[in-house]
């Protein structure tokens, strides 16, 4: 814990100090940038070719082609979900939630990217709508869809509670991935990752620098959605918190199931292909 107080001495140049500007630390001009125009009218006469249901305190796994978009939905009330995506034919390359968050900050809306991650590091998916792309960032500092939280998991349900529980969105995708790959439940846990945080509003107490939630908005209708730039399996935790506006993990609050839609265009976008995975030769200065 913090202390209550600074327990060192206030330097006599302190307010220059703190005063000192920030610097961006990944300046990200020479990114492309996702032609979102070219991904919407791709939309144009898809279709829907399969849809998966993910039950409220448990996952599941779906699949989504390159070239195809998909969407979380959500359904009958306020749910937040936690989302893990794996190249489909290498579950080593995954989501990379750190290299993501420094390249388009703590919360990600329409025309953000999810990275993979290292050595591959290229896009995984592109978001292309968001229906909650209105609430911007709030007074305390809150925002939806965070790349901040890893994901509420039994072993720090232990820690802080004493206790098991094993509907925690990391055990729910791990039980998920198991049930996909025909993996053990210990082979399969360590390609869970941190996540995409779906509908969840949350932020840093601007006091202490703290991790916060709060009530997300999502309603039902509200979605999320992607492009898949790679062949992509993806696993989604409806977490137990529900709209984690009072806790996680918990079998006590109101909790709903979320829906994921594939969508196949008729054409892909103009100008689209899959990314190749990132060039560097991986020759580290030795």
Same mark, same amino acid.
């Given at each position: 814990?913090?202390?209550?107080? +600074?327990?060192?001495?206030?330097? *006599?140049?302190?307010? @220059? #100090?703190?005063?000192?500007?920030? !610097? /961006?630390?990944?300046? $990200?001009?020479?990114? +492309?940038?996702?032609?979102?125009? *070219?991904?919407?009218? @791709? #939309?144009?006469?898809?279709?829907? !070719? /399969?849809?998966?249901? $993910?039950?409220?305190?448990?996952?599941?796994?779906?699949?989504?082609?390159?070239?195809?978009?998909?969407?979380?939905?959500? !359904?009958?009330?306020?749910? $937040?979900?936690?989302?893990?995506?794996?190249?489909?034919?290498?579950?080593?390359?995954?989501?990379?939630?750190?290299?993501?968050?420094?390249?388009?900050?703590?919360?990600?809306?329409?025309?953000?990217?999810?990275?993979?991650?290292?050595?591959?590091?290229?896009?995984?998916?592109?978001?292309?709508?968001?229906?909650?792309?209105?609430?911007?960032?709030?007074?305390?500092?809150?925002?939806?869809?965070?790349?901040?939280?890893?994901?509420?998991?039994?072993?720090?349900?232990?820690?802080?509670?004493?206790?098991?529980?094993?509907?925690?969105?990391?055990?729910?995708?791990?039980?998920?991935?198991?049930?996909?790959?025909?993996?053990?439940?210990?082979?399969?846990?360590?390609?869970?990752?941190?996540?995409?945080?779906?509908?969840?509003?949350?932020?840093?107490?601007?006091?202490?620098?703290?991790?916060?939630?709060?009530?997300?908005?999502?309603?039902?209708?509200?979605?999320?959605?992607?492009?898949?730039?790679?062949?992509?399996?993806?696993?989604?935790?409806?977490?137990?918190?529900?709209?984690?506006?009072?806790?996680?993990?918990?079998?006590?609050?109101?909790?709903?199931?979320?829906?994921?839609?594939?969508?196949?265009?008729?054409?892909?976008?103009?100008?689209?292909?899959?990314?190749?995975?990132?060039?560097?030769?991986?020759?580290?200065?030795?």
């Amino acid at each position: 814990m913090k202390p209550v107080r +600074p327990e060192a001495t206030e330097p *006599a140049d302190a307010v @220059a #100090r703190r005063a000192v500007a920030p !610097v /961006v630390c990944y300046p $990200v001009g020479s990114l +492309p940038r996702p032609d979102l125009a *070219a991904y919407r009218a @791709a #939309r144009e006469g898809w279709r829907k !070719v /399969v849809e998966t249901v $993910v039950p409220p305190r448990d996952a599941r796994c779906f699949d989504v082609p390159a070239g195809c978009f998909f969407r979380i939905v959500s !359904v009958e009330g306020p749910q $937040v979900g936690d989302l893990n995506l794996w190249a489909a034919d290498d579950l080593d390359e995954r989501f990379f939630s750190g290299k993501t968050r420094a390249l388009h900050g703590t919360h990600l809306s329409t025309g953000d990217r999810l990275w993979s991650s290292l050595p591959h590091l290229r896009p995984m998916a592109t978001v292309t709508q968001d229906t909650l792309d209105w609430y911007g960032f709030d007074e305390w500092g809150g925002s939806v869809h965070d790349v901040i939280g890893t994901r509420c998991d039994p072993y720090t349900h232990r820690l802080l509670s004493g206790g098991d529980y094993h509907h925690c969105c990391h055990s729910n995708l791990t039980r998920a991935l198991a049930r996909r790959t025909g993996r053990s439940l210990a082979e399969a846990e360590p390609a869970v990752h941190d996540v995409l945080n779906v509908f969840m509003c949350t932020g840093f107490a601007r006091d202490t620098g703290r991790y916060f939630m709060k009530a997300s908005p999502v309603r039902p209708g509200d979605f999320l959605e992607f492009f898949a730039e790679i062949d992509l399996l993806g696993a989604l935790s409806a977490c137990p918190g529900g709209d984690c506006g009072a806790q996680h993990s918990s079998d006590a609050v109101a909790c709903h199931p979320l829906l994921v839609e594939v969508y196949e265009p008729k054409t892909p976008p103009a100008g689209w292909a899959p990314p190749a995975r990132n060039g560097y030769a991986r020759g580290h200065g030795a």
